[in-house]
């Protein structure tokens, strides 16, 4: 009994100086050492702006206080930053990808160029659920969606690549309530897309609130930029009276098709990701100094005054919803894939 008692606390004692060595090493680690953030999408769009607001904050909760370093890496909707943080990233904690949670549906529904495989990123969290609606310019002439309905020709939504919001959200409301869309498709964000948009090129274009109001403040203080429809499960507080595009779903599948493929992916829109292989002591840290951030006093006041909305999903939450979207049932996946793919 005594050599086992000796054994066991041998055996503790062990485990425990090793988990000291590791979170020694862990919190060592980022002293001096500079984090990348790399953004999918162009300057001075909704991705941009929150990655650059906390980046100006995070580091205060990594120890070591790591300076932080924003990269815009853009192309085919922010899948060549996400390929590039899977494949070419080192996995060692210095590096963070911030690409569009949609081109993880178009990895369930078999896209082509996706080359990774979303469960095994080292998933940090999202800082903001993504109310999505469509907004035009008052020079479209839709300023209803009975208009919208009514038109007889295709209206001209600005698009960046499948897996997009700005090019998912519309192919679904097309197939599902039937609204006429043409998806102009290859703009580098929604920064060019509003000012393709501006130009008279497209009439608008749909994606989150959060980002439209801030981005497009100018155009919709003046009434030249209306929000036409809201692609949500509830209306926003600050939208009441726009109308929601389920409510317009005749069908059932057409109600499943919208939820499945606008509402749910809504809340992994704007995730941040490590590469496959990043040590699991840093993923921790870097999801808790992540969170940390998002209730920082002075991040909080930031984006309050940049009218940056905050409602954070963590890593671990990102880590069930991913996994659901992978178990979807076959007829609806069909369903969905075939609405994605229409031109």
């Not at 862990?26 to 162009?42: E, L, M, N, P």
């Not at 529904?109 to 109310?131: C, H, R, S, T, Y």
């Amino acid at each position: 009994m005594r050599r086992r008692l000796c054994c066991l606390f041998v055996a503790i004692l062990g485990l425990a100086l090793i988990a000291g060595v590791v979170h020694a090493t862990t919190h060592d680690f980022y002293k001096g050492k500079t984090i990348r953030i790399i953004v999918g999408f162009a300057a001075g769009g909704g991705f941009d702006t929150y990655s650059r607001a906390i980046a100006r904050h995070m580091g205060r909760h990594i120890p070591g206080n790591p300076a932080f370093l924003v990269e815009n890496m853009t192309g085919a909707g922010s899948l060549i930053a996400a390929n590039h943080v899977y494949k070419v990233a080192k996995p060692d904690g210095l590096t963070i990808g911030n690409f569009i949670g949609g081109l993880i549906m178009q990895q369930v529904l078999g896209g082509a160029g996706i080359e990774f495989d979303a469960p095994k990123f080292g998933w940090i969290g999202v800082p903001v659920k993504d109310n999505v609606v469509c907004a035009l310019r008052k020079e479209s002439g839709i300023a209803s969606v009975e208009k919208w309905m009514a038109s007889k020709t295709p209206v001209k939504l600005g698009g960046t690549a499948p897996g997009s919001t700005t090019d998912d959200v519309p192919k679904v409301l097309s197939a599902s309530i039937g609204l006429p869309i043409h998806v102009v498709a290859g703009y580098k964000g929604t920064a060019d897309i509003r000012l393709a948009a501006d130009s008279g090129e497209i009439a608008g274009g749909c994606w989150a609130w959060e980002s439209i109001k801030v981005t497009w403040k100018s155009g919709l203080e003046a009434r030249d930029v209306n929000v036409v429809l809201q692609a949500i499960p509830k209306a926003h507080p600050e939208l009441r009276n726009i109308p929601l595009a389920i409510n317009f779903a005749k069908t059932d599948e057409a109600r499943k098709l919208i939820r499945v493929g606008v509402h749910d992916p809504g809340a992994i829109t704007r995730p941040y990701a490590l590469p496959p292989g990043t040590p699991k002591e840093r993923v921790q840290l870097l999801r808790k100094a992540f969170m940390d951030t998002l209730a920082d006093k002075e991040f909080l006041e930031e984006a309050k005054k940049s009218k940056l909305d905050v409602e954070p999903v963590t890593g671990e939450e990102m880590d069930g919803i991913i996994a659901g979207l992978f178990k979807l049932e076959p007829a609806l996946l069909a369903k969905l894939k075939g609405a994605l793919t229409a031109k």
